[in-house]
């Protein structure tokens, strides 16, 4: 499956640690001088960052990048001393929050603690266009990094970091172990190679048995290392794949050579660059060999359909630097289950062997949970199919979000006026949140700026998030022009729950419709930055709905939406009569 490790060259990975972390006498005088100092709160990316600059997940690299660094790894993957780093890992913030003169700044989280102070060494402009197409090849804002940018600061810190408080966690504290740690316990194992697993999905028999070929075929240590910080919107949560990982490797898996540990990691969706970046964090895990999929750390498709990273990009780009890294790659291969000889084979190996069985993870979403339908033994083990129908009922006891978008007197208020009523005719109570009536109430105070109109959208998002996580019904009116907002929306609100509808009407009919006269306004120059005359309206590229007014109905439009909720499952289907 793989090859051994061919150098015997220690790369600046996996050797000694770096340690940010201050104790006794030393974190006693920092927490007093933080006292007196100013400081800024940084977010949860920031945060998983930090910690694993702190203990040492990102050796060598011992703090937040500086412009050269940056530059380095943005232009050829490389730091400014030529060490192979491949994606920037850095503090934003805006350039008003920081302190006049400031020499020294605290960093404290979203509940004010404080974390680290760090000595302000360099503030420098970054460019999101370019960070975007060098680093994760693409500026599309379907792509769950580039449109969480929006939210980024206009400048980067870097300087020299002093810890003084690990972020605290309470759940699953006996496995969140540091790369010393990790590597203590991989050591007692006694083996030489370790192969690291990479996850962020549950673990399924496929997987497993994957898993286990790896550990067999190179010969060692297996340590499966899932990612417990920021994965892709619309995963599984930590909580439940943790359940299952605990639960699999206590069952199922051989103590002696078996290690399950956490990865506070905020991930990128990068693809070829991140199965680079996973494979060194790995390395200063203990690991010398690294398993890698089919899209490895893929994001999706794009705003056209089409996948971001082709399926093998990952793959590729990991063995053109596996010996410079001290990692060496062992490929998953696809696997298919075999009914009459209940074993799972490489699909290659399984012609003319009878009845082949094989379920994507999509299946699984949209044809078994979100229908309450039984996964199959063969598929996944018992304990697993238990803890995910646990947390995740069928698709018709969940909350979703109905996002419609389009030009002013596109028609998204009556279409939404009119699903609401089919809604309740389902049994279905709705919140609706459209755009007037926010601005109203939840908006109050702010203008029609690019920045204040992101503002908006983005607390719509936020309260539609929470409503539908807790399985609450939502639908959102409001113009929201442009293609990065919404897709951030779409992530607060998770990939799984939301549902874009582009009310398609063009701009003449908008105008015909206009009983305000705004239009009429905004084209004598009375009003200043309407959308769809001096400001840009950014139809979607690929909407889950798209409405056609012009020749079709309000009401046509509304049983449209419905006939696609009975399709998702979202609602059960009207009784044949």
């Not at 660094?69 to 192979?84: C, E, I, K, S």
């Not at 810890?163 to 990790?182: G, H, I, M, Q, S």
């Not at 990952?314 to 053109?320: F, G, P, T």
């Amino acid at each position: 499956m793989s090859e051994q490790v061919k150098s015997t060259v220690i790369p600046p990975y996996g050797g000694t640690l770096v340690n940010l972390v201050a104790t006794g006498a030393e974190r006693q005088a920092l927490l007093e001088k933080a006292r007196e100092l100013p400081y800024i709160q940084i977010n949860d990316r920031a945060l998983h960052d930090l910690e694993l600059l702190a203990i040492g997940g990102f050796s060598p690299l011992d703090r937040f990048m500086s412009q050269a660094d940056y530059q380095g790894v943005l232009d050829n993957m490389r730091l400014a001393d030529g060490t192979l780093f491949p994606l920037p890992i850095t503090l934003t913030t805006d350039a008003d929050t920081i302190p006049a003169g400031a020499e020294e700044i605290v960093l404290r989280d979203v509940h004010n603690n404080t974390i680290a102070i760090m000595k302000l060494e360099e503030v420098y402009e970054w460019d999101p266009a370019e960070y975007a197409q060098k680093a994760l090849g693409s500026t599309d804002p379907r792509h769950p990094l580039v449109s969480e940018m929006i939210r980024w600061g206009d400048r980067n810190l870097s300087g020299e970091l002093k810890v003084v408080n690990l972020p605290k966690y309470f759940d699953f504290v006996e496995l969140r172990r540091t790369p010393a740690e990790t590597r203590a316990l991989i050591e007692e194992l006694g083996h030489e190679k370790v192969v690291a697993f990479q996850t962020r999905n549950p673990m399924h028999r496929i997987h497993e048995e994957l898993a286990k070929r790896a550990a067999e075929d190179v010969g060692g240590t297996l340590l499966i290392h899932p990612v417990v910080g920021m994965t892709r919107p619309g995963d599984v949560d930590h909580y439940t794949r943790v359940r299952v990982y605990k639960t699999l490797v206590e069952k199922y898996f051989d103590p002696s050579s078996t290690v399950l540990s956490l990865l506070p990691l905020a991930m990128r969706m990068a693809g070829p660059r991140e199965a680079v970046w996973h494979a060194i964090i790995r390395r200063n895990y203990g690991a010398n060999h690294f398993i890698v999929g089919r899209d490895h750390a893929g994001p999706g498709n794009d705003g056209a359909g089409k996948p971001f990273y082709g399926p093998y990009d990952a793959q590729e780009m990991l063995a053109k630097y596996a010996d410079e890294i001290g990692v060496q790659p062992v490929y998953f291969k696809e696997l298919v289950y075999l009914e009459e000889e209940d074993l799972f084979v490489e699909k290659d190996k399984a012609d003319g062997r009878g009845k082949v069985a094989f379920i994507s993870g999509t299946a699984v979403r949209e044809e078994y949970l979100a229908h309450g339908k039984p996964l199959p033994g063969w598929f996944t083990r018992p304990e697993t199919a238990h803890i995910l129908t646990e947390t995740y009922p069928p698709r018709r006891k969940q909350g979703f979000v109905l996002w419609f978008t389009g030009l002013s007197g596109a028609g998204k208020s009556t279409i939404a006026q009119i699903v609401t009523s089919l809604l309740l005719e389902h049994g279905r109570q709705a919140t609706v949140l459209d755009g007037d009536v926010v601005r109203t109430h939840l908006s109050k105070g702010l203008g029609f700026s690019k920045e204040d109109r992101d503002t908006n959208i983005l607390r719509i998002g936020f309260v539609a998030g929470e409503i539908s996580r807790h399985n609450g019904t939502v639908i959102c009116a409001a113009i929201s022009p442009y293609r990065a907002t919404r897709n951030e929306a779409r992530k607060m609100i998770g990939e799984e729950r939301f549902v874009e509808v582009f009310v398609d009407t063009p701009l003449n009919v908008c105008e015909g419709r206009d009983v305000k006269g705004l239009y009429a306004k905004a084209r004598s120059g009375e009003i200043k930055g309407f959308t769809g005359i001096d400001d840009p309206y950014e139809a979607p590229r690929n909407p889950e709905i798209r409405l056609d007014t012009v020749n079709y109905t309000a009401e046509d439009c509304a049983h449209q939406i419905i006939e696609y909720l009975e399709q998702r499952g979202f609602l059960a289907p009207a009784p044949v009569e």
